[in-house]
């Protein structure tokens, strides 16, 4: 069994944290200076995904009723001279471009609107090589909402990455997933401690709609 079969097994039987759990600060986005982000919901990572897909289509679902713009990942490789690290890493197990692992799921897939921005990347970060904290700060944006897979490589590393660019972090404990529980819990309580303000679905849409 290859490592990411391995992963992606294992992911499949384990259970999402609530945010309360390690919940240190409260705060609600604002909806007028937010982004959702949603992170790398692929084909490659369906095992992983699929098990937080209704709670990552929920929380669209919310972002998009309050107005907040949207943004979808695709991790990829086009060429060696993009692999960087990961290559060594994952000992060669990437997702290429122009293959179906590297497509979003078609779940996901449905839910791209003609508004809507999907970043390619190649490494963990949203924001390596994307240009996409320039973006934001052109939409005014002040604060990002993480998403999607995987919690402790490409979501944390972005989560990270936005607070210290200055973004105010808010992140999902229901609508991120990985390899196994511990791995999930550890980012958030990380983040919690030191970068993000942790949600759920249902504190999401309290926090959005006073619901």
Same mark, same amino acid.
């Given at each position: 069994?290859?490592?990411? =079969?391995?992963?992606? #097994?294992?992911?499949?039987?384990?259970?999402?944290?609530?945010?309360?759990?390690?919940?240190?600060?409260?705060?609600? *986005?604002? *909806?007028?200076?937010?982004?959702?982000?949603?992170?790398?919901?692929?084909?490659? +990572?369906?095992?992983?995904?699929? *098990?937080?897909? %209704?709670?990552?289509?929920?929380?669209? #679902?919310?972002?998009?009723?309050?107005?907040?713009?949207?943004? +979808?990942t695709r991790? &990829?490789?086009?060429? *060696?001279?993009?692999?960087?690290?990961?290559?060594?890493?994952?000992?060669?197990?990437?997702?290429?471009?122009?293959?179906?692992?590297?497509?979003?799921?078609?779940?996901?897939?449905?839910?791209?609107?003609?508004?809507?921005?999907?970043?390619?990347?190649?490494?963990? =970060?949203?924001?390596?090589?994307?240009?996409?904290?320039?973006r934001?700060?052109?939409?005014?944006?002040?604060?990002?909402i993480? &998403?999607?897979?995987?919690?402790?490589?490409? &979501?944390?590393?972005?989560?990270? %990455?936005?607070?210290?660019?200055?973004?105010?972090?808010?992140? =999902?404990?229901?609508?991120?997933?990985? =390899?196994?529980?511990?791995?999930?819990?550890?980012?958030?309580?990380?983040?919690?401690?030191?970068?993000?303000?942790?949600?759920?679905?249902?504190?999401?849409?309290?926090?959005? +709609?006073?619901?």
């Amino acid at each position: 069994m290859s490592l990411r =079969s391995q992963i992606q #097994q294992e992911m499949a039987t384990s259970k999402c944290s609530s945010y309360e759990k390690y919940e240190i600060r409260k705060r609600n *986005p604002n *909806p007028k200076s937010s982004v959702l982000l949603v992170i790398d919901m692929q084909n490659y +990572f369906s095992s992983i995904a699929k *098990p937080i897909l %209704d709670n990552t289509l929920a929380t669209v #679902q919310l972002c998009r009723r309050a107005s907040i713009p949207v943004f +979808f990942t695709r991790h &990829c490789h086009k060429s *060696p001279a993009d692999y960087g690290m990961l290559g060594e890493w994952w000992n060669g197990d990437l997702v290429y471009d122009g293959t179906a692992d590297a497509e979003l799921l078609p779940e996901i897939r449905g839910l791209v609107a003609a508004a809507d921005v999907v970043i390619e990347k190649n490494t963990y =970060s949203a924001f390596g090589n994307t240009r996409l904290q320039e973006r934001l700060v052109g939409m005014g944006v002040e604060e990002v909402i993480v &998403c999607g897979v995987m919690t402790n490589l490409c &979501c944390e590393t972005t989560a990270r %990455d936005a607070f210290v660019r200055g973004f105010r972090v808010f992140f =999902s404990t229901d609508a991120t997933a990985t =390899s196994d529980l511990e791995l999930h819990e550890a980012t958030l309580k990380n983040l919690a401690y030191g970068f993000a303000y942790l949600f759920d679905c249902k504190r999401l849409e309290a926090g959005l +709609f006073g619901a």
